[in-house]
């Protein structure tokens, strides 16, 4: 059985760091390209950052410069450290594992002005 728990959300004002982690169990976690998404109320859900396999970063042009995801495989976790944070990263966080319907259930973002 796959699960994704997300943890570290909150509420921090604009200029602010958040780390968010996703622990992962009940996959080949090493292998697996990972992603967290985000979704703001009324938007669609967006991707934010991803990480292969191999490490292998890719960034939405909005967090560039802010954010920076990594993974661990010792512990199955992966990671977005937010810096910079705006008030328009308010929104609903997802961790994924990439091209499959496994999700964690979100943890909340808000920045306040």
């Known amino acids: 059985q796959v699960q994704l728990v997300e943890s570290g959300g909150g509420l921090v004002q604009a200029g602010g760091s958040l780390r968010l982690s996703c622990a992962a169990s009940g996959i080949s976690f090493s292998i697996q390209p990972m992603a967290w998404y985000r979704q703001a109320p009324g938007k669609q859900r967006e991707l934010v950052a991803s990480?292969?396999?191999?490490?292998?970063?890719t960034y939405v042009d909005s967090v560039k410069g802010r954010f920076t995801i990594s993974r661990d495989n010792a512990k199955n976790t992966v990671t977005l450290q937010m810096n910079n944070l705006k008030p328009e990263d308010t929104a609903v966080y997802y961790c994924r594992v990439l091209y499959t319907n496994w999700w964690g259930q979100g943890t909340q973002v808000t920045v306040s002005s």
């Open positions: 990480i292969s396999s191999g490490r292998t970063t």
